[in-house]
T-cell receptor, first 114, second 111 residues
Framework: ETGVTQSPTHLIKTRGQQVTLRCSSQ?????VSWYQQALGQGPQFIFQ???????GRGNFPPRFSGLQFPNYSSELNVNALELDDSALYLC?????????????FGPGTRLTVL | QKEVEQDPGPLSVPEGAIVSLNCTYS??????FMWYRQYSRKGPELLMY????GNKEDGRFTAQVDKSSKYISLFIRDSQPSDSATYLC???????????FGSGTKLNVKP
């Protein structure tokens, strides 16, 4: 069984740029959730995708958008990057052959905005 | 008011101690309560979850939920240095389309 993977591991961007982060869900899972974790804080829910549709969204502006593909992998896109977007971005997969509340997290992508 | 409140610690205990970690919440719609462990520079790892009120035990770990008080706890018995990590509580309603995390409690178990 393959776990949740994310790419890239680290990323440095400048303010105003756009970024795309990628996530491959665990085998058998059909739901992907994305989180932003600032240093010393807990993960903040960005949104969730279930069977290629956005299924829930946290308090993040529209410049945070996403996609889920037929194989249930997912992308997080952030436009017009701001300094405060610097954080660890985590994706978690769940559902399908697993329980919906049992989320399995990837290692994260550390984004630095200069 | 945040949906989930968690004391950030840090909490430092000697090896073998019983550790108590706690979270409070404000949303009565929460039905699922999860505890995660996160090592430095890693993604969170699910330890255990509880549905509604009650206790659940898994090895050295016990999770308790008191919905009347909107208060959840994680107890770690016979704590080990390898338990040193940040512990995060998380909650969701039954539709699972949004999860709320606490800010995490950093635990240090000294040999």
């Amino acid at each position: 069984e393959t776990g949740v993977t994310q790419s890239p591991t680290h990323l440095i961007k400048t303010r105003g740029q756009q970024v795309t982060l990628r996530c491959s869900s665990q085998s058998g899972h059909n739901t992907v959730s994305w989180y932003q974790q600032a240093l010393g804080q807990g993960p903040q829910f960005i949104f969730q995708y279930y069977r290629e549709e956005e299924n829930g969204r946290g308090n993040f502006p529209p410049r945070f958008s996403g996609l889920q593909f037929p194989n249930y992998s997912s992308e997080l896109n952030v436009n017009a990057l701001e300094l405060d977007d610097s954080a660890l971005y985590l994706c978690a997969s769940s559902g399908g052959t697993g329980a919906h509340n049992e989320q399995f997290f990837g290692p994260g992508t550390r984004l630095t905005v200069l | 008011q945040k949906e989930v409140e968690q004391d950030p610690g840090p909490l430092s205990v000697p090896e073998g101690a019983i550790v108590s970690l706690n979270c409070t919440y404000s949303n009565s719609a929460f039905q699922y309560f999860m505890w995660y462990r996160q090592y430095s520079r890693k993604g969170p790892e699910l330890l255990m979850y509880t549905y509604s009120s009650g206790n659940k035990e898994d090895g050295r770990f016990t999770a308790q939920v008191d919905k009347s008080s909107k208060y959840i706890s994680l107890f770690i018995r016979d704590s080990q240095p390898s338990d040193s990590a940040t512990y995060l509580c998380a909650m969701s309603a039954v539709n699972f389309n949004k999860f709320y995390f606490g800010s995490g409690t950093k635990l240090n178990v000294k040999p």
